[in-house]
């Protein structure tokens, strides 16, 4: 009978042990499944279509300027898109010996592209959701992340499209004019002869039309999670591409003044070819939600300098990213 009794205690303690603890689990893991309810959005077809981004640009290299850079594109389709850029900056011309009567030239360039996909994957795939975590309404918050089952979008496009732009180019330098084959005949105008100016730094104003044809890589998610507190995401709307640029026409300020305070000209330039160039680069924003954009560009631009790279560019962008349209989210 004791024995009974005593083994009664022992079955009701372990009851209330494993009560306890069962307690301790729903109190710890409670909060954290009523964070996380449900993905809500997860195609990464259905995105916002329209996409205004505000930039401010520098270009260290190349030109020397900086300035405000407007993008806006368009998917009519869900594989075609239209993107418009423009950008607009002020060029010195401080530091040539040789260049055109006005001091200062805008940096003025726009392009017109239209992408096509040719490749466009579809793949399931698990994704990184960030959301935050609220122990209660007075200790501190904190953030923490889970994988979702979601899909993204992997697709190689052809882009093309047509480039205009205004610029102050660098034809040579000290160092290069050191070179023969960087050399820049021109005809001096009080003797009407061809010469050369050595060890000299030489600019001109130029415009050019230019059409732009090449491959982008894209990659689209569009993911959405309901949280206790609001909704969080991963979308991403990456674009990464390389370009040839081809001088379609153009034309240059031929007259060189020796000085900003002269008003005659001491020389012209004779009628050069341009060569084409390249660009490479990414740009990156959401494609869903308003967030932070960057963009990166490097290559060479058209030019009629005797040494190839002195159209080299870099350029740097940064800026507030809108989406426009609609998404239908999943309802439950």
Known sequence: MIRNIQFNITIHNYIQRIKKLFVLIVVICIPNFL???????????????????????FRPIGTGTGGPQLRISHYINPRI????????????????????????????????????????????????????????????????????????????????????????QKLTSKKQDKEQSNELPMTELNTGKDTILTHARISTNASYT??????????????????????SFNDIHLEAYFSVIIPLSYSYEKYLYNSFF???????????????????????????KNNWTFG???????????????????????????????????SF
Not at 264 to 277: A, K, Q
């Open 262 to 288: 002269s008003d005659v000209p001491t020389h012209r330039l004779n009628d050069y070819s341009p060569s084409p160039g390249f660009k490479i680069g990414v740009v990156n924003r959401n494609s869903i």
């Open 35 to 57: 964070i996380c309810q449900q993905v809500i959005h997860r195609d990464p077809f259905d995105i916002k279509k329209t996409n205004v981004s505000v930039f401010l640009f």
């Open 296 to 330: 990166f560009e490097l290559g060479i631009q058209p030019t009629i300098a005797p040494r190839y790279l002195n159209g080299t560019f870099i350029h740097a962008s940064l800026g507030y990213s809108l989406n426009f349209g609609k998404v239908k989210y999943e």
């Open 81 to 168: 898109m239209f993107n418009v850029n423009g950008y607009l900056g002020v060029v010195s011309a401080g530091g040539y010996e040789w260049g055109p009567a006005k001091q200062s030239q805008n940096f003025e360039q726009g392009t017109f592209e239209v992408d096509l996909h040719l490749i466009d994957h579809f793949k399931n795939k698990r994704v990184n959701i960030f959301y935050p975590i609220s122990h209660s309404d007075t200790v501190a918050q904190g953030a923490s992340y889970d994988k979702f089952e979601s899909s993204v979008r992997r697709i190689l496009c052809f882009t093309g499209g047509i480039q205009m732009m205004n610029d102050r």
């Open 210 to 231: 230019n059409i732009l044809l090449g491959f982008k890589f894209k990659s689209i998610g569009a993911t959405s999670v309901k949280f206790k507190d609001g909704n």
